[in-house]
């Protein structure tokens, strides 16, 4: 089925800096939802964007839901060790019901 | 709130077995459920759309007749894997849609291995 592009595929960063990711996709969506899953364990919903442009934050974590419709980022400032896993984007329109997902961002912190 | 509880979290089990995994909303009512397969290292896998009181609805190339699906309450959905092979063992998971804001929660997965 579709999946969302997300970029970078895999992230090596220290324990203290901030880290980006996005998602794009060829289609429109109507909800942006970003997921963590940690190994072993079902995702962990982080965010969700209801509005194009609209720009939402939990704790360290920010992200946007873009103006096109067709792409999302979301940001982590001052990592720590437990922002270690896989982050999901998913996309969803109203009406269809079902989730695409992204390919995912798997983010390691080097010691 | 908007917890989701899987059972069991681990099965191992014989070829030409059934499986049953249960999927259950614990502090919210969820008319539509989902299920998903996720290989290692790969995102999830889209199975089958499952709601209440009605047959599920299943994704192109998933078998329904290995792979039933059962929405017998509002708080229960059901995956039964049956005559398990090797090449069914993998991490399935479901998700639980709430109704008003359309966010999908997912269950901690069930890791099945068939011998």
């Known amino acids: 089925g579709q999946q969302l592009n997300q970029s970078p595929q895999s992230m090596f960063i220290q324990e203290g800096e901030d880290v980006s990711m996005n998602c794009t996709s060829s289609s429109i969506f109507n909800t942006w939802l970003w997921y963590k899953q940690d190994p072993g364990e079902g995702p962990v919903l982080l965010i969700a964007?209801?509005?194009?442009?609209e720009l939402t934050s939990n704790g360290r974590l920010t992200a946007q839901f873009g103006i096109t419709r067709k792409d999302s980022f979301l940001n982590i400032s001052a990592s720590i060790p437990s922002d270690v896993g896989i982050y999901f984007c998913?996309?969803?329109?109203?009406?269809?019901?079902?989730?695409?997902f992204g390919t995912g961002t798997r983010l390691t912190i080097i010691p | 709130g908007a917890v989701v509880s899987q059972h069991p979290s681990r099965v191992i089990c014989k070829s030409g077995t059934s499986v049953k995994i249960e999927c259950r909303s614990l502090?919210?009512?969820?008319?539509?459920m989902f299920w998903y397969r996720q290989f290692p290292k790969k995102s999830l896998m889209l199975m089958a759309t499952?709601?209440?009181?009605?047959?599920?609805?299943?994704e192109q190339g998933v078998e329904k007749d290995k792979f039933l699906i059962n929405h017998a309450s509002l708080t229960l959905s059901t995956l039964t894997v049956t005559s398990a092979h090797p090449e069914d063992s993998s991490f399935y998971i479901c998700s639980a849609r709430v109704a008003v804001t359309y966010e999908q929660y997912f269950g901690p997965g069930t890791r099945l291995t068939v011998t």
């Open positions: 998913a996309g969803d329109n109203f009406g269809n019901e079902k989730l695409t």
């Open positions: 964007l209801y509005k194009a442009g």
């Open positions: 499952s709601n209440e009181g009605s047959k599920a609805t299943y």
């Open positions: 502090d919210f009512q969820a008319t539509t």
